[in-house]
């Protein structure tokens, strides 16, 4: 198959014109236009068709790709049903190379040598996979060349020195060159630099490899422009418009004039599309790239960097300017010397009526919601925004689910003169409109995301979207341990802070022991890998993280990844995620905004995968029971995301004996949830026997 593509390029050529390599997503507008429009595609003269396979959380595409995944599996669209739209197609006459172009997830949930052979079977000629790094590219290279089809790499303007010549030598057929960094989306405008940046690929790449320029083409004058500098043009975001605008019954006649508008009615032969090939030859499976990191990107095999090329250089120049800074004193003193600002070392003592109430382990509490805004957020928030000044960035971006972590780079922001702006899901502006109100009062602009299920999922696509625009300015400040490298080595170095003086507050009062067991809330993974850390070796030390269980595990209302999750790539890094069969992202549910999330930090992944922490799962009535039991017991209202832990760590402390110790850390104090509170009680009291109503006087 990968004979087909390279023949095409070389028939171009041969022609003295461009390759025209067409994007439709698969099942857009629906699954029943797909045929004509991928017919109408070859008819107006399109000599590559890129069929997208949808994913529910495409971060490297902007509103009208990401607008046409959705729409495609609200039609029901699988990956078999995209691999049967391919058969269809070569049985209804297209002939033209079809390149499958997607997500990695969709792919690893279906399994990497099947999803190659039943490509290669229902007639596809090659794989693009937007968030394969090249350590992984190479492999999945390996799998196409010997199964007979091509894989092509993308590459960016930023696209480092080392990274270009390695996928030069993946690039089996052509290379595809992202005209700009950021998002796809037509544009009025193209760079200026297109021929500049053709230049430097060829001469990384040896020049014989055909180029194929996409993002931002939408006109006839585009193609021009671009073809003069590339050996083909690729045309997606502009396309799915002109199919989205016209009549259900006329969108593959609509593709066909648009594409003979770019063409001029320029007509040419078609291939002979022959389905049985032999694998070329290759050298793909000895290729191999692996790239120095001082801190390992990977936590067993959890981890990594899956992001979209033009997102390497962001994690590049953070990653830098991370290690630079922990090994600087004087980044460390600094950060020490905002320690009273943020209210640190933070309290401990000992939580006398609940631990009389469980009635078994003496129970401690690590107060982090007597920090500087409330919870453990400010540390990591202050930290970042320290490493965003010693990158010379001006401007910080956050995403936030309950809002504390928005709050806390609002804070550190402006403390420090830097203009803040925070992606928030807009059912999560709703529920925590108090903490929404505290980020503006602040200076910082809150955006609400109105995508997919408008939540912390959401939120967290949208700010890496907008930082791969722009990265000259902007520093993201990602809030919990999740994210490609460094990002959860990062935070969690940042959060390490509530477990190492934990663990020294504990010995001070307990003739130097260690505690037998500490107890964390567990969403994405900030306050849990902050605590568990500095005690992973202590290993008479048994970590409990306490997961969000919604509506109960056995229902689609939760968010406990790490107790019902499976092995997925998601936001960048391979990890446990809820994921339904054919690898799309679960919505989520939890009482909790902060612990609505599908995925979870590989360092917990690779913690549960080895035994060394164990993970359970606390329903939102039982998180209220806990919210309950610190308010009424301790005076102490803890954050909903706390009270997962609270709830988990009585019911652990009831199975101990009163000469142990357990320690929770209560991460957030509850202000911000109390509306949230009083809406569910009338639900989810009478479960735990609290007949509670909030009225307000009329």
């Excluded at 429009?37 to 902007?62: A, Y």
């Excluded at 078999?80 to 006459?93: S, T, W, Y």
């Excluded at 009535?621 to 017991?633: I, R, T």
Aim: net charge negative.
């Amino acid at each position: 198959m990968t004979t087909l593509l390279k023949e095409t390029f070389a028939r171009c050529k041969k022609e003295g014109r461009n390759a025209l390599v067409t994007f439709m997503t698969a099942g857009f507008p629906s699954v029943e236009d797909t045929i004509p429009i991928l017919k109408g595609l070859q008819e107006g003269g399109t000599d590559v068709i890129e069929l997208g396979l949808p994913f529910s959380d495409p971060i490297g595409d902007g509103p009208t790709i990401q607008e046409a995944n959705t729409q495609a599996l609200e039609n029901g669209v699988t990956i078999p049903q995209c691999l049967e739209i391919v058969k269809e197609a070569r049985d209804k006459g297209v002939v033209v190379p079809i390149v499958l172009m997607g997500y990695y997830n969709p792919i690893l949930n279906y399994g990497e040598e099947k999803m190659v052979q039943d490509a290669r079977d229902a007639g596809a000629n090659g794989f693009i996979v937007v968030d394969l790094p090249p350590e992984e590219a190479v492999k999945f290279r390996g799998v196409c060349t010997r199964i007979g089809l091509s894989y092509i790499p993308l590459v960016t303007p930023s696209t480092s020195d080392d990274r270009l010549k390695l996928l030069g030598q993946v690039a089996d057929s052509f290379l595809y060159v992202v005209s700009r960094m950021g998002t796809t989306g037509a544009t009025g405008t193209l760079e200026n630099s297109i021929p500049e940046l053709c230049a430097h690929v060829r001469k990384l790449t040896g020049g014989e490899t055909p180029l194929a320029v996409g993002f931002g083409i939408s006109t006839r004058e585009h193609y021009l422009q671009v073809g003069s500098a590339a050996d083909g043009v690729v045309i997606g975001s502009k396309l799915i418009q002109v199919v989205r605008e016209a009549a259900a019954g006329t969108r593959g006649e609509a593709a066909k004039k648009y594409v003979q508008s770019i063409l001029n009615n320029e007509t040419h032969t078609l291939p002979v599309y022959a389905k049985q090939e032999l694998p070329a030859e290759s050298s793909g499976d000895q290729l191999t790239f692996e790239e120095a990191h001082k801190f390992n990107p990977r936590f067993g095999e959890f981890g990594g960097q899956y992001v979209p090329e033009a997102l390497h250089t962001c994690l590049a120049e953070l990653e830098k300017g991370f290690e630079s800074a922990v090994a600087d004193p004087s980044f460390w003193e600094e950060f020490r010397s905002l320690y009273q600002y943020m209210g640190r070392p933070s309290s401990f003592h000992r939580a006398e009526r609940l631990t009389e109430h469980a009635g078994g382990a003496q129970i401690w509490l690590k107060r982090e919601d007597l920090n500087h805004t409330g919870s453990h957020k400010i540390n990591n928030a202050i930290a970042q925004v320290l490493l965003a000044k010693r990158l010379g960035k001006k401007k910080v971006i956050a995403e936030t689910g309950a809002g504390q972590h928005g709050v806390a780079t609002a804070t550190a922001a402006a403390k420090f003169g830097l203009q803040c702006t925070v992606f928030m899901g807009k059912e999560d502006v709703r529920r925590q409109a108090l903490n929404v109100f505290r980020m503006k009062i602040l200076g910082a602009t809150v955006i609400p995301v109105t995508n997919g299920t408008m939540t912390l999922r959401d939120a967290t696509s949208e700010a890496f979207r907008f930082w791969v625009s722009n990265l000259k300015t902007t520093h993201y400040v990602v809030g919990s341990a999740i994210g490609p490298h460094p990002y959860p080595t990062l935070v969690r170095t940042f959060q390490s802070v509530i477990g190492n003086e934990t663990k020294e507050q504990f010995k001070k009062l307990n003739d130097g022991k260690l505690p037998d067991a500490v107890v964390a809330c567990v969403g994405g993974g900030s306050n849990s890998t902050g605590m568990f850390s500095p005690f992973e070796k202590d290993l008479s030390v048994k970590l409990l993280g306490v997961e969000a269980g919604g509506d109960g595990i056995d229902t689609d209302r939760h968010s406990a990844t790490l107790t019902a999750g499976k092995l997925g790539v998601f936001h960048g890094v391979k990890t446990y995620v809820l994921q339904d069969s054919d690898g799309q992202i679960h919505d989520t549910h939890s009482v909790s905004a902060g612990l609505d999330y599908p995925g979870v930090g590989p360092e917990l992944a690779s913690w549960k995968a080895s035994g060394r922490a164990e993970f359970v799962a606390a329903t939102d009535a039982q998180a209220l029971e806990g919210f309950k039991l610190l308010s009424q017991l301790e005076g102490i209202i803890p954050a909903l995301e706390s009270s997962h832990a609270i709830y988990g760590a009585v019911q652990l402390a009831k199975t101990m004996s009163p000469d142990q110790n357990l320690i929770i850390c209560v991460s957030g104090r509850g202000d911000k949830d109390v509306q949230s509170v009083a809406e569910v009680l009338p639900k989810l009291g009478p479960q735990i026997n609290w007949d509670l109503r909030f009225e307000q006087e009329k």
